[in-house]
Structures are given as structure tokens and as C-alpha cells.
Nanobody, 121 residues
Framework: QVQLVESGGGLVQAGDSLTLSCTAS????????SAWFRQGPGKEREFVAA????????AYADSVKGRFTISTDNTKNTVYLQMNSLTVEDTAVYYC??????????????WGQGTQVTVSS
């Protein structure tokens, strides 16, 4: 079984930057993709970004493209989400996931518990 633990959430002001981290432990697979999803107040959970194990391919939601960057450090079994130019609309619980890859929740097998990001102004 794989366990994922997120960290780095917090309260920031609009225009600020924040970096989220997700570290995996337990049994790993030979190949997988990592992703971030989020769920804002009164909204459904939505795709944010994904990256392949090779780090060659990345994907972003239109709402965050150009502002957020997903990356990995495979030696540390960690995936990151660098968030710049944050807005109030970015306020949400952010979840990391690992699985086959894609933009839908059903393609991921393992999920973290989530970390809260709140943007003021």
C-alpha cells in the first residue's frame, strides 16, 4: 500500500506564492503519474496538474496554467506544486494523488488527506 502526505498549506494574501509538497511511502510501482486536485468551498473536486514519472510530460488546468508548476524529486518520492500569483479563487483543499495518469479522479489509486490553502483579498 502507498501512503501520501501533503504539507505546505496555509493562509496567504492575493498575489503571494506558496509551495505544496507530497511525500509517498510504502510499496511503489515501476511507473506512475502524480497529480494535484483541489476542492473549493461549494465546488466539486477539480483537476489542477499532473506529471509523469519521467517528468517529460505535464498537464495543467486552464485556470492555473502559467501560474502553477508541478515537479518531482524522485529520489525523495516527493511531488511539488509551486503556486504563484495566487487569487481568492485558488482557495481550496488541495489533494495529491498517484496512479495511471489523466485529468479525472478515477485514474488515480492513491490519495493524500489534503492540505488547506486560503487566499485573502
Amino acid at each position: 500500500q502507498v501512503q501520501l502526505v501533503e504539507s505546505g498549506g496555509g493562509l496567504v494574501q492575493a498575489g503571494d506564492s506558496l509551495t505544496l509538497s507530497c511525500t509517498a511511502s510504502g510499496r511503489t510501482t515501476s511507473n506512475y503519474a502524480s497529480a494535484w486536485f483541489r476542492q473549493g468551498p461549494g465546488k466539486e473536486r477539480e483537476f489542477v496538474a499532473a506529471i509523469t514519472l519521467s517528468r517529460i510530460t505535464t498537464a495543467y488546468a486552464d485556470s492555473v496554467k502559467g501560474r502553477f508548476t508541478i515537479s518531482t524529486d524522485n529520489t525523495k518520492n516527493t511531488v511539488y506544486l509551486q503556486m504563484n500569483s495566487l487569487t481568492v479563487e485558488d482557495t481550496a483543499v488541495y489533494y495529491c494523488a498517484r496512479g495511471r495518469g489523466g485529468r479525472t479522479q478515477t485514474t488515480y489509486d492513491y490519495w493524500g488527506q489534503g492540505t488547506q490553502v486560503t487566499v485573502s483579498s
